[in-house]
């Protein structure tokens, strides 16, 4: 039985419908919201196309729609923990910030699409060891940016298992999702 969140996770940077296939022009089209890095590849004012070596991000794993895994289950850990709804808001909100700032810095909305890319990467093997990199070196991070989010704040009073836990949480959701690239089929673009 799914857990309902009591709130919800604010993903601060605009996401496009699920339902829609990204394109190079529908992704042009998008706007970035609070949070967004005006620095970002791509966001740049003027830039109206992408290069055509350069594929749009994979709907599933958009820097937002990592964010709200990530979001998710943080949200979910400290519901489980009975931490306060207000409380708990303001640190997923916290957390996905941060998680975001990490995605942007390493651009990997961008180095993701080119996984599912097999011109790219025609050994399978090669390319499924390098989404295992990937997938270790953003649990990494992921954990370190959730660490370094509640490390002021009145969770700090929970302890540090607890602070740990919630940061192994959200790092592994983000690990299972992106294991998901493993199968994802060839981009027919």
Known sequence: ??????????????????????????????????GANP??????????????????PLDEYTNMAM?????????KYLQEHKIDDALARETVYGIVVA???????????????????RKKFPDETDRLARIDFRIQDLEEKVGKAVIETVQDSP?????????????????TALGKHLAGLKTYPDRKE
């Open 39 to 56: 620095d970002y590849p791509y966001y740049r004012k003027g830039v109206t196309q992408l290069p055509p070596h350069i594929n749009p």
């Open 67 to 75: 964010c709200g895994v990530v979001g998710e289950a943080a949200g």
């Open 155 to 171: 969770l700090m009073s929970e302890g540090k298992p607890f602070r740990i836990q919630l940061a192994v949480t959200a790092a």
């Open 99 to 117: 998680v975001n700032r990490v995605f942007e810095k390493d651009l990997t909305e961008w180095v993701i699409t080119n996984f599912v890319d």
């Open 1 to 34: 039985m799914p857990i309902i969140i009591p709130f919800p996770v604010v993903i601060p940077v605009h996401q496009p419908a699920h339902t829609q296939t990204l394109t190079r022009s529908s992704y042009m089209n998008t706007i970035p919201e609070f």
